[in-house]
């Protein structure tokens, strides 16, 4: 009867997974461009110390980011926020918080930003004017997350998203889909497998409030992967392993195919540290648990510039 059970889970999981291919081809005739970009920039601390795979884990304040579907692992209320260091006087910065209820299901806004200011402004034909403008990119989203049957659930979000450049802006709606398979199982060393999908960011445009009316399509990413927790004699240890495709014509900007690989160890659920591959980039982070309370650190390349970032993150729980 078990076994029934978990084979009727696993061919669920493949029919959600065939609809999310599905969505996923009819994306790939979008025109593409640099709408939403700073969508594809890693998001938390955690998540991007582990090689920017999270969409088979989501457990905590980064799961709507990853994946929906990963929020009925959320009890109680959970608040997460992340500042990034960035150079060339960037700044990203992102939060949650997600009200889980007893009934494995959870609701989540969340909110992420990027922007740069003080930009020299340049006149055509005459250089330098003087003056100074700012660009900013924001997101604000909603999701939920629930099990539908034992071993699978499923979530879904919208987010609100707008780009600013001086004085023009540009203003549009992407949603995300994920499904997430989390299977317990009761001897060896492996506590825990879990296998995730999701299809984040599909079906937007950002239309300008200019005169031209121009659009920018928005690029989705698919990703898929799965996960182990195990039991070792000190240590609580979990590895993942997720592909990420991201969507558009050839050409377009992260229009390309990624392996990411990642391993976190915790001591005594006091103290971890975690190392990724995303694509050809090392990661590494490290994190400090105070209770319920829990501050993150990552140390990544830039995906916007040479060098590295350093992300900082906490993820409190009450």
Known sequence: MKKHKILKTLLSF????????????????????QGGAFLRIPVGARPAGLGNAFAAIADDGSAPFYNPA????????????MYNIMSLDRINYQASIIVGSKRNAAIAITFNSFGVGDIPEVLPGQGPSGDTFSATDMALGISAGGKIISLLSFGAGAKYVTQSIDENKATGFVFDLGALVATPVSSGLIKQIRAGASLMNFGGKMKWDTDSDHEDEILPMLRLGASADLQLTSFDVIGIAEISQSLGREGDQKNDFKLHLGVE????????????????????GASVMFGDFRFDYAYITDYLDEGATHKLAIDLGF
């Open 14 to 33: 493949v029919a959600i997974l065939g609809l999310f291919t599905s969505f996923a081809f009819a994306e790939e005739d979008l025109a593409g461009g």
């Open 265 to 284: 160890g915790w001591l005594a659920n006091l103290f971890a540290v975690r190392a990724g591959l995303d694509g050809e980039d090392f990661t590494m």
């Open 70 to 81: 990963g929020l009925c692992q959320i009890k109680g209320t959970r608040m997460g926020a």
